[in-house]
């Protein structure tokens, strides 16, 4: 993929991000079900590691300097806030991924994509839960217990986010042939 067109679908797919993060989500607790994880997935599948990687270090870039693109809005506060974890598990999220999935000869299979996207949002959790343990303990003091963060920062959402994984997988095929042939 040319430099440019990298830096364009890059672009595009972090507008995406942040498209299905603020336009469609759906409280749950202290955060949302968003498309966030779907976009990312996406990412990593149909433009590879880097330029997936990439797309989502814009988004959460453009979050942290202040544009509402994060489903409270943006800004540096976000840093110490307990969702900011999994913002920050987008970016090697979709590095996993697009790592997986590549292949210059041949369109990844949909057991592969599945895969793929499972191992990912696994490092989502990875990044994110010990992250959302050391705000709401460390900074805020609030004294919550591991099951507790587990549950509330990941157990509720798995459902979604296979939905979100069976909905790459099935996209995938046509998005990345279309994408490889422009």
């Avoid at 590095?95 to 793929?116: D, F, H, M, Y």
């Avoid at 507790?148 to 939905?163: H, S």
């Amino acid at each position: 993929m040319s430099k440019t067109k990298g830096m364009a679908l890059a672009a595009l797919f972090a507008a995406l991000t942040a498209v299905g993060t603020l336009f469609l989500k759906v409280p749950v607790g202290s955060m949302y079900i968003t498309l966030q994880v779907f976009f990312t997935t996406m990412a990593g599948v149909v433009l590879g590691p880097k330029w997936g990687a990439v797309s989502q270090a814009v988004y959460v870039l453009l979050g942290i300097v202040g544009l509402p693109v994060f489903t409270n809005g943006g800004g540096i506060w976000y840093l110490v806030q307990p969702s900011f974890g999994f913002l920050l598990g987008l970016i090697p999220q979709a590095w996993v991924v697009g790592t997986l999935c590549q292949s210059e000869k041949c369109v990844p299979s949909i057991p592969r994509v599945i895969g793929a996207s499972a191992v990912g949002v696994g490092v989502l959790y990875l990044i994110g839960l010990p992250y959302m343990y050391a705000i709401l303990n460390v900074y805020m003091g609030k004294g919550v217990p591991v099951g507790t963060v587990v549950r509330t920062g990941m157990l509720i959402y798995l459902p979604f986010d296979a939905i979100k994984i069976a909905l790459t997988a099935v996209l995938a095929k046509p998005l990345v042939r279309a994408v490889r042939r422009s």
